[in-house]
């Protein structure tokens, strides 16, 4: 009988259910023919059946039918990929605030295509005592965020700080086997930007990077303050 071979990208046998998900969005040209071309040789064998048993007749129409599904899905998606709307380049920026350790709450904000998404701005109350640590702080947000699977994952990730802060998230990116560039926004004494670390490829973003950074740090402290002045009134 004639079945679909394997696609170097595909981890699962073709007539799958699974592979429908997994390889047809992954499938060029190429390989949408290569279902073409069996899904009617497939027709020719099937118009000799008689030569067969009838189990492996039955058989046969069950893996035509199951390609002809394929087929459909595959057109359906050739249809509808080049009308669906890209996204944006993603950027979002992460920062810590507390009083020497107490009311400890972290925020991200999020830009794309150097607009301000505040529907994607997130708020975290940090739930292991950290004392006044902001990289353990920096870890459990990005960690949590990193949870949230609904959350389209970011083009750039900024983190107000310097190099102790951008190696925090990197080291959460890599437990979580996850490839993000990191860049950090650098403050003088005025807390004023002054640098930015990172791939300097990513530097053609800078208004947005500081922008985004300057948002995160609006947002931390609004959030700060808020939760501290509820807890003073008891």
Known sequence: LVSIRQDKHCKVNCK???CE???LEKYNERNVMHVNNIFYKCQE???TTKEYKFEEAGELKKQIFALTHI???SLIKEDTFDARAPHGFRIESYDIAHMSG???VGVMTVMEDGEIEKS???KFTIKYNTGADDTKALKEVVTRRLGHIEWRLPDLMVVDGGVAQKRAIESVLRENKIKIPVVSVVKDDRHKPKKILGDK???KYEKEILLSNAEAHRYAIGF???LRNKKMRG
Do not use: A
Request: aromatic share 12%; net charge negative.
């Open 21 to 23: 998900n997994t390889c």
């Open 71 to 73: 087929h459909d899905v």
């Open 45 to 47: 064998t099937f118009s």
């Open 201 to 203: 490829m990513y530097l």
């Open 224 to 226: 700060h303050t808020l």
């Open 16 to 18: 799958t259910e699974k």
């Open 102 to 104: 107490q009311n400890m």
């Open 120 to 122: 994607e701005y997130r």
